[in-house]
């Protein structure tokens, strides 16, 4: 079929430049002369760039009253660092701007422009850029691909040492740099080709960044959209030269990112080994064996440091300073904790420069391990960090063999949780999944809750906080291909809603923050499978903000609950107003024999924890509830019941 003017005369321009270049390495050697520009097959303009040097990273102040950052990050973020040299042996070519929505609907015409950053290409995945590239070298002949991470910021920095290649403050949207490029602070975020991981410190020749990671680096902004008055990645401090973000490689949607493409080789720099958290490191795969356990007759509880944390709200370079993981922030929140099949206790936990910094970008998930058989807890070191998004809201889970991390935050638009699975007790992880819906998932807030199930025929259930003061049951049949809403929309009444299987098959739920009946946390029961449910009235206080109640069915059988006291204005709830222990014990026993269930209350007298004994539900009246209590004002609440 003869082919119209315009695309023969494409061809005969593409055929043109690649007499300039050599099929075989993309480029000549960087000595001889090329020429400054060549308009490609689908007429996008591409800019040579010489080889160079420079320095990568940045610890150069950073004002916030300028950049508008939050006022802690004074000197950019802990991953531009360490700043090293870098030499870009080769010359090679790069897009003028980011791709256009025309250019990549040569290649994918089902692609729908969202309209937010037009005339640029965004939400796409990391996948569909790469595959753009592969098919337009296979067109023309010739090797595109995404920049390197080095490559982009060699770029961007077009020969300055300041924040912008125009100085300290952005330049304007399509003004070119000294390179002759535009738009690398002001338009569409871009991928590159590296995987996101911490920077090493010695000097490097065409560096192609670590062996692997969680997801890839997003330069040119950050992945976080506005959300009320708090910082956002479009804003000028995540537009640096300096800044790095990163995602999810399967991550489409209605985000910013796009990309730009050059033409050139990829160096043949070999990555360096990806930098392992120590929890994850000499991980004995083992079956933990206890031969002798606390007497099982009466309670038993101990006390030891959970986390080696740095004090709350202590400063990111008072952190660096310490020597721990500069990607550990003063306040750590929202903690999943598990027991690995080889015995060890498992916690991830997400950390924040402060607590007003917990829905900020630059939040991550950090990681410690207390072994079997030990006494102390690992040093926490980050765990999971996609850079300049709202990480939040850790949720591990032992499902038989296999542990599994589901991780929330605000920042990866579209988005309820990602997820990654262990089989070797958390010393290798899965690459990052994100759930597909079908239907799409609507009317949610991106936070796992701390517990997760099967049922009886093998379903998955994931809880998640629902918007407008509910929880919603996520669930899937195919082992996390494809995901749902049980209750289609309709969940529990109170976010931060916990939930276990109970011996019947029906499922028991328990609590959920700033919602209560007559000042007490409600508790539920569904017998369909959490499409609908009845509730009533716990014997546990309303919880507020900040508090979220505990729930585990014990090897037993038993409920284990750990919640507070004190009500949500934190007044000391009066035992009288409980319902009793009792009809609390018929409700979760779902239809089994009766059995013996006992209330602890605890209290905190100076360094020990102290435990009292006030009866047995199903022979006790509930006039034991109107004992006094004790003048210092207890800390938590602990109960068991048979289910």
């Given at each position: ?62 004002d ?24 870009i ?13 025309g ?29 753009f ?7 023309e ?17 077009a ?7 125009s ?37 490097q ?83 933990a ?52 099949p ?148 309709h ?84 035992p ?11 409700m ?6 009766r ?13 020990r ?14 006039q ?20």
């Open positions: 079929m003869m082919k119209c003017p315009t695309a023969r005369r494409r061809l005969l321009v593409a055929a043109l430049a690649a007499i300039l270049v050599a099929a075989t390495t993309g480029l000549r050697p960087a000595d001889e002369p090329l020429e400054p520009f060549f308009e490609n097959s689908i007429d996008v303009r591409m800019v040579r760039i010489p080889a160079g040097t420079f320095r990568m990273g940045s610890t150069r102040p950073t916030h009253r300028v950049l508008g950052q939050s006022w802690y990050r004074t000197h950019g973020d802990y991953d531009e660092t360490p700043v090293h040299d870098v030499r042996s080769r010359d090679f070519y790069i897009s003028e701007t980011e791709i256009t929505v250019r990549f609907q040569e290649f994918r015409q089902e692609y729908h422009d969202a309209g937010r950053y037009s005339p640029a290409v965004t939400g796409i995945s990391y996948d569909e850029a790469t595959a590239c592969r098919w337009l070298s296979g067109r002949g010739r090797p595109y691909r995404l920049p390197t991470e080095a490559e982009w910021e060699y770029v961007a920095r020969g300055s040492a300041s924040h912008f290649s100085g300290d403050t952005p330049p304007s949207h399509g003004e070119a740099n000294a390179l002759g490029v535009k738009n690398m602070h002001t338009g569409a975020l871009e991928w590159v080709a590296d995987w996101y991981g911490p920077y090493r410190p010695e000097s020749v065409d560096p192609v960044g670590p062996a692997s990671g969680w997801g890839r680096v997003v330069r040119g902004g950050g992945p976080q959209g506005p959300r009320g008055n708090r910082p956002h990645g479009l804003l000028p401090y995540y537009r640096r030269s300096a800044n790095r973000a990163s995602a999810p490689l399967h991550y489409r949607g209605m985000h910013p990112i796009g990309f730009r493409i050059v033409m050139g080789e990829l160096p043949r720099t070999p990555p360096y080994p990806a930098r392992q958290p120590f929890s994850l490191e000499l991980v004995k795969q083992r079956n064996h206890v031969d002798a356990g606390p007497p099982a007759d009466q309670p038993w509880f101990r006390r030891r440091p959970l986390l080696a944390v740095p004090p709350e709200n202590m400063m990111p370079d008072a952190v660096k300073a310490s020597g721990l993981d500069p990607g550990l922030g003063g306040h750590n929140h929202s903690a999943g904790v598990t027991v690995t080889n015995g060890d206790l498992l916690v991830v936990t997400f950390t924040a420069a402060t607590q007003q910094a917990e829905y900020r970008p630059g939040n991550a998930f950090v990681v410690t391990r207390r072994r079997f058989g030990s006494e102390q807890w690992d040093v926490p070191s980050v765990f999971m960090d996609f850079a300049d998004v709202q990480d939040a809201s850790a949720l591990l889970w032992t499902d038989d063999d296999t542990v599994h991390f589901f991780g929330g935050g605000v920042g990866l638009t579209g988005v309820p949780f990602r997820w990654t699975s262990s089989t070797d007790s958390g010393a290798t992880w899965s690459p990052v999944r994100l759930p597909l819906f079908d239907p799409p998932l609507r009317g949610y807030s991106p936070q796992p809750i701390s517990t997760a199930f099967r049922t009886a025929d093998g379903t998955m259930h994931v809880p998640i906080d629902g918007v407008g003061g509910q929880s919603l049951l996520l669930a899937s049949r195919d082992e996390g291909r494809t995901w749902y809403d049980v209750g289609a929309g969940g529990t009444r109170g976010r931060h809603t916990l939930y276990v299987v109970l011996d019947d098959g029906s499922l028991f739920a328990l609590g959920g923050k700033d919602t209560d009946i007559d000042g007490f946390m409600p508790q539920f029961r569904s017998t369909d499978g959490g499409k609908s449910w009845k509730e009533r009235k716990s014997p546990f206080p309303a919880l507020a903000s900040h508090q979220r109640p505990a729930l585990v069915r014990l090897r037993s059988g038993r409920l284990f609950v750990a919640s507070d006291w004190q009500d949500r204005d934190g007044r000391l709830a009066s009288r107003a409980a319902p009793s222990l009792r009809s609390q014990t018929t979760a026993r779902a239809g089994t024999s059995r013996c269930s006992t209330l602890c209350r605890t209290r905190l007298p100076s360094s924890i102290e435990i009292r004994t006030t009866g047995r539900a199903s022979t006790t009246p509930a034991h509830l109107d004992t006094p209590w004790p003048r210092r004002r207890p800390t938590g609440r602990f109960t068991s019941s048979r289910a």
